[in-house]
């Protein structure tokens, strides 16, 4: 029912058009604007006289105008009347302007189009809005479809609403396969720890980082790292669970071997006989195991952290060979068992053999060096009591053909003394004889003494001449008893080694008794000293006796080896020792029934 009132229909309209909050216009058939609203001014920026100029088309967006021509044809061609659409316009400033258009098409008898009535409403915003979202939106698709994770999506019934590429790839499953089904990555004897985990964020707590275990579609238990956090509404509401796995299980085997690697190390460090410390870069002891507080005596408290050698721990005499070996490690070079003195907390000197090397990490990097200690002082004592032992053996060996030796000149003092008892009255040369006989005797005496008696090793320039004759001396009596000549070659000029005396003679003496001893009806022992270079000596003992065979000789060295009666079958071993700590060397060639030489090579003294 329509009301009176005192107000005419065109003064109505143009109030209506006038006031109107939206874009109101009147445009021609032709699409040139007849009438415009200050609403329209306002949303495009031109004036209304601006207006009367231009069409439609002058203001629409570029990419716009193609659509609008096709919406004008089909006003056109009557297919409709009125129409509604989204499109933009260009600002007077030239910005873009969204509008939503509505157009009503006044026609005239011919029904061709006479007038078009147009609303404009700016919609500039919420497209913009629009736009966001969309960008937004597309940007998360894409951060989840490209993700290197797995990531899926449960409902509050744990029913898949989603899962990526990733997930298809790293489970197995298909997204169709999946999608409106239960998660199936969870293995059985999970189940439970996990529904306790959803629920707690259901309830919404996040788990990041979860260190867990999923089951592929092939049912290979696969080490996972998940986090899981709950899906929400626009409206905050928890609406399911979503859920981000990356496969850790290369990361975890490494993890696992490297934790077997370091546990064996550690042990093998540990439970080793041989004390080691670790040192870093700067001398500073980093570690050492328990062998290092049971050799040395000290903690491991008390040493780590500490410069070692700021400990009284290298005796004054082995600090040169403590530089030369620290300088060694730290060039990157490593030590190979030097033999060597440290001493024990309580002040005792050990005999070690060191063994150092530079440690480097996974780059190659030297980080610092490891020490290793092997203490042989009771190894040492074991080996000096053998060399004792051989000595003594040999010095009662020697006694018979000595007490043989020395009854000769004690038979001649005693006619002497008979003689001058008898009156045949004092002469000087009878004194001058004994005197001589009762030297002869000493001699012998004290070099036997000297073999029996324990001596502490002392290293000194020593004449090979003269340690060669005294050994002689000693050995003349057995050699006359046996038959057995000597012959003696000196190069002139081959003087002086470097060595213990005692030593040395015990080695020579050994020797010349096996050479003796290898001839039982006697024959001759050459003794040649003599060099074809200026660094060693060659000292050379050959005899004419039965040789040693093949067998034998690949067992000389090793203790108690002897085909003698009343051998030690220590001699051998004893002797190749004391050279080789005289940095010399030994060679043996022999032929049965011929002979044997006895090379020993020896470095020179300056
Ligand atoms: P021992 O003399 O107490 O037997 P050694 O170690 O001195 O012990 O010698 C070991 C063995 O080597 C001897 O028993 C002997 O068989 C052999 N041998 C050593 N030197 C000679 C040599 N010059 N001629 C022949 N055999 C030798
Ligand atoms: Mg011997």
């Known amino acids: 029912m329509a009301m009176k009132l005192n107000i005419s229909q065109p003064e109505l309209f143009s109030q209506v058009f006038e006031y109107s909050p939206i874009g109101m216009a009147l445009l021609s058939a032709q699409g040139n604007w007849l009438q415009v609203n200050s609403s329209l001014c306002r949303i495009t920026g031109y004036s209304e006289s601006d207006f009367l100029g231009m069409t439609l088309q002058d203001i629409t967006h570029p990419e716009d105008l193609e659509t609008t021509r096709q919406v004008n044809n089909q006003f056109l061609d009557e297919k409709i009347d009125s129409f509604q659409m989204e499109k933009r316009f260009i600002h ?120 867990t275990i999923r089951q592929r579609k092939d049912g290979i238990l696969i080490h996972v790292e998940a986090t899981l956090s709950p899906l929400r509404d626009r409206g905050g509401m928890i609406i399911g669970i979503t859920g981000i796995c990356r496969d850790v299980t290369a990361k975890k085997l490494a993890e696992e071997e490297l934790k077997a690697k370091t546990e064996q190390l550690e042990s093998f460090i540990e439970n080793n006989a041989d004390s080691i410390l670790i040192f870093n870069n700067e001398g500073f002891v980093q570690r050492v195991n328990e062998a290092f507080e049971h050799i040395f005596g000290w903690s491991k408290e008390e040493v780590t952290g500490v410069e070692l050698h700021l400990l009284p721990f290298i005796p004054a005499e082995c600090l040169e060979e403590f530089k030369h070996s620290r300088e060694q490690v730290q060039t990157g070079q490593s030590v190979n068992g030097v033999e060597t003195k440290r001493l024990h907390k309580n002040g005792d000197l050990l005999n070690v053999v060191l063994t150092a090397s530079p440690i480097l990490n996974g780059k190659g990097k030297q980080i610092g060096w490891s020490v290793i200690f092997r203490d042989i002082t009771k190894w040492k004592i074991a080996q000096e009591h053998l060399q004792n032992s051989e000595k003594l053996s040999v010095a009662g060996q020697l006694a018979a053909g000595i007490a043989h030796e020395i009854r000769n000149p004690i038979t001649s003092i005693k006619g002497f003394i008979q003689l001058m008892k008898s009156g045949f009255g004092e002469k000087p040369v009878y004194f001058d004889i004994m005197t001589s006989e009762i030297e002869r005797i000493e001699l012998i005496l004290s070099e036997l003494l ?157």
């Open 450 to 606: 000297i073999l029996a008696k324990p001596q502490s090793i002392k290293f000194e320039r020593t004449d090979i001449r003269v340690l060669l004759s005294q050994v002689m001396t000693l050995l003349d009596s057995q050699a006359i008893l046996n038959n057995v000549e000597f012959l003696a070659e000196f190069k002139p000029g081959v003087t002086h080694l470097y060595g213990d005396e005692n030593q040395l003679k015990q080695v020579f003496i050994n020797f010349i008794k096996n050479a003796i001893e290898s001839m039982p009806s006697g024959g001759k022992i050459t003794i040649e000293v003599n060099s074809d270079n200026d660094q060693e000596m060659i000292i050379r003992l050959a005899d004419q006796g039965c040789g040693i065979p093949k067998e034998v000789l690949s067992k000389l060295g090793q203790p108690f080896y002897t085909t003698k009666e009343n051998g030690t079958g220590l001699g051998f071993m004893v002797s190749k020792k004391i050279i080789e700590n005289h940095s010399g060397k030994i060679n043996v060639e022999s032929e049965v029934h011929v002979g044997t030489i006895i090379e020993i090579t020896l470095p020179f003294s300056s």
């Open 92 to 211: 007077k400033n030239g910005s873009t302007v969204w509008v939503l258009l509505a157009i009503n098409c006044m026609r005239d008898d011919n029904r061709l189009p006479l007038l078009f009535i147009t609303q404009i409403k700016d919609i500039t915003e919420r497209k913009l809005a629009e736009e966001d979202l969309k960008a937004k939106t597309e940007q998360l698709e894409s951060f989840i479809e490209n993700n290197a994770d797995a990531i899926w999506m449960i409902d509050g019934e744990d029913t898949l609403l989603e899962v990526n590429p990733a997930f298809e790839r790293l489970f197995g499953w298909s997204a169709e396969e999946v999608k409106g089904n239960k998660l199936p990555i969870i293995p059985d004897f999970l189940k439970d720890s996990i529904d306790r985990i959803h629920q707690g964020i259901k309830a919404g707590e996040t788990v990041v980082g979860l260190e």
